[in-house]
């Protein structure tokens, strides 16, 4: 028992570092990357690691069928082309702390597809996080001009790119995968890595060119993203299965945080004009989105009160 309260800790702890550090290193990769090669290697490489783990643990009990592969595909095409490929890209210019703060949101908006495609009624707590949350990203966008200012093409991206996240994620409900999520996430990243190496020749500059422009930094950047980054979903994973879901969900907390520290005071970006209005209320946000129903519900029980019991005649 206690080994494995030490592995849940360290489960936490790994969650929160390298998922909060990911863009911070996605950033690092594309300085002499192009974001077409950080991803096919990134992809594949973290497939051939996930998918190797769930042959080791013989996780892999049943061959996925043509369905479950086909789910797949369109699940990896939207989370890890159209979501962190289309971030990838904009964070040539845009800084990691910006872009992990606007993925904050993603509760958000995986709220609203919910609502639009199966029909999910948004409570007023969430609905109350989600206008605070936008909020806050609304803040943490404007720079002083105009209120459109801020959208420049790379933080559209951004913001496409949380949109393509959060459909996926309501869509993953209704969607028959492989029930293993390694071999699941390996599939995703394997098509994705593939598709991404098969377009290089066309739409990035040749490997002879690019090979000598790639710096230490960025190349240990990519290695980080492929090795570490997919072990950290294994750590995910575990906890899921062993921890309550709400608990596990304190991430989109916690990263937000550690990437805007990351940035800031490792990766010397320059602070937003808003960033001390804007960053607490996307974390209020989340909050309410994550833990508001349950705290409120906490508290009426506490201001109810309570009926006497009756006496034994």
């Known amino acids: 028992m206690h080994k494995q309260k030490v592995l849940i800790v360290l489960c936490y702890l790994t969650l929160y570092v390298v998922w909060g550090s990911t863009y911070f ?131 559209l991206m951004v913001i496409g790119g949380v949109g393509c996240w959060g459909l996926a994620t309501s869509l993953g409900h209704r969607m028959q995968t492989y029930p293993d999520p390694l071999v699941n996430s390996g599939i995703q990243m394997l098509f994705v890595g593939i598709v991404c190496l098969i377009a290089v020749p066309f739409l990035g500059p040749p490997l002879p060119q690019i090979l000598p422009e790639v710096s230490l930094r960025s190349g240990l950047a990519l290695l980080y993203l492929a090795v570490v980054g997919s072990l950290a979903f294994g750590a995910f994973t575990y906890l899921i299965a062993h921890e309550p879901a709400i608990r596990v969900s304190s991430y989109s907390l916690v990263n937000p945080v550690f990437a805007t520290l990351l940035g800031l005071l490792v990766g010397d970006e320059t602070p937003v004009p808003l960033l001390a209005i804007g960053l607490p209320l996307v974390l209020l946000g989340v909050a309410l989105m994550l833990y508001g129903e349950a705290g409120l519900a906490q508290l009426r029980a506490r201001l109810t009160p309570r009926k006497p019991l009756a006496e034994n005649e």
């Open 25 to 155: 290193f996605i950033k690092m990769s594309v300085e002499t990357i192009p974001p077409l090669y950080v991803l096919g290697l990134r992809f594949t490489g973290g497939s051939v690691l996930l998918l190797g783990l769930a042959l080791l643990a013989r996780r892999l009990r049943a061959r996925p069928t043509i369905r479950q592969v086909l789910a797949s595909v369109l699940l990896g095409s939207l989370l890890l082309l159209g979501g962190n490929g289309l971030i990838t890209v904009a964070e040539q210019t845009v800084d990691s702390y910006i872009t992990a703060l606007i993925i904050a949101s993603t509760p958000m908006v995986v709220a609203a597809f919910d609502r639009l495609l199966l029909g999910k009624r948004i409570s007023p707590v969430r609905l109350a996080g989600i206008t605070v949350g936008m909020l806050g990203v609304a803040f943490l966008l404007y720079n002083g001009d105009a209120p459109t200012a801020g959208l420049s093409p790379e933080i």
